[in-house]
Nanobody, 112 residues
Framework: QVQLVESGGGLVQPGGSLRLSCTTS????????MGWYRQAPGKQRELVAG???????NYADSVKGRFTISRDNAKKTVYLQMNSLKPEDTAVYYC??????WGQGTQVTVSS
């Protein structure tokens, strides 16, 4: 069956960096657009960054210039490099394949 497994979350100080990974199995990864979403307590899940099967990317305004999404089709993995992290980036981060398949999420906490 299709599985998406996120990793790389944790506690980081403001201004720090984290790299999230989402490794997939059971799907033709290369043909799917992939996205990173996040959900903070009491808020709706929102798109953070997306990447098409061709490698075109888009970002939420709140993370432009700080986050970078990338993919490695050979490894069936999508990444989210997060720099200059802010407390408001604190959330559970999920990866998704075209909003059809979802991972279990990884917690990112930005706090001093």
């Amino acid at each position: 069956q299709v599985q998406l497994v996120e990793s790389g979350g944790g506690l980081v100080q403001p201004g720090g960096s984290l790299r999230l990974s989402c490794t997939t199995s059971g799907m033709r990864f290369s043909i799917y657009a992939m996205g990173w979403y996040r959900q903070a307590p009491g808020k709706q899940r929102e798109l953070v960054a997306g990447i098409t099967s061709y490698g075109n990317t888009n970002y939420a305004d709140s993370v432009k210039g700080r986050f970078t999404i990338s993919r490695d089709n050979a490894k069936k993995t999508v990444y989210l490099q997060m720099n200059s992290l802010k407390p408001e980036d604190t959330a559970v981060y999920y990866c998704s394949a075209e909003r059809t398949y979802w991972g279990q999420g990884t917690q990112v906490t930005v706090s001093s």
